[in-house]
């Protein structure tokens, strides 16, 4: 599936044509390859359509002046598709997309919505990723908003499956890695290793994703780079 960008007084495209089904969804306009629909059933798309039922769930039990103040945040908030279009989310989208980080890092659920409009900035990184069984994927240095020695700040990482060396691109099914908390108490301290999910070779690449989550619960777009493992 890709998001694609119409043009020459073309406005909008639904159906299919030679093989391509058109569509819009949330994100923007949709190119996909026409084919039956199956039910995927792996370990991670049976977490996510679980914490995505569990969010619905609390959503219909929040008040509903919780429901519209979510509702003000994602009408006064601009959102962006990877096409650097401009969209709109409605209140429970908004909820959905800050909760499923929050589940990710095990923060309580943020049943009250952001006071502040907008999103915050996104923070780069540097890392280090070494091969072998147990890979080290070090995070070497991050930066602002993302405050290590204060309280509810959080880096979320996530993680490709490893591609062939000279491969170029983004890299495939994106997975959640690891996160590093703010801790006024105890900060964390850099480089940090992500968990690494597979066993690395050398000269292979692998995309790393990061988000921030401020104190009031609003999340950042991403930050995606690309890294060729080293010995």
Known sequence: MALVQLG?????????????????????NIARARKKG?????????????????LSAHWKALTEVQRVAWRAYST????????????????????????????????TIFEDAPTTPGLPGAIDF????SAGDTPDLGITAISAPMVLDTDDHYAIF????????????????????????????????LPHDLIGSFTLVEGQNMTIESVYMDPEGRVSG???????ITA
């Open 76 to 107: 006064a908030t601009t959102w962006t598709n990877r096409l650097g279009q401009s969209i709109s989310i409605n209140g429970l989208a908004a909820f959905v997309r800050t909760n499923t980080i929050a589940l990710l890092v095990g923060s």
């Open 126 to 129: 540097t890392a280090v990723i």
């Open 158 to 189: 996530f993680q490709s499956i490893p591609s062939s060396p000279g491969a170029i691109g983004r890299g495939r099914n994106m997975r959640f890695s690891d996160y590093l908390e703010g801790d006024t108490a105890s900060p964390p301290t």
């Open 8 to 28: 020459g007084g073309v406005t909008d495209m639904r159906g299919s044509i030679g093989g391509t089904t058109f569509s819009r969804g949330a994100g923007g």
């Open 38 to 54: 199956i039910n995927v059933r792996s370990n991670g798309q049976g977490e996510a359509r679980a914490r995505l039922s569990y």
């Open 222 to 228: 991403r930050i995606t780079k690309l890294f060729t």
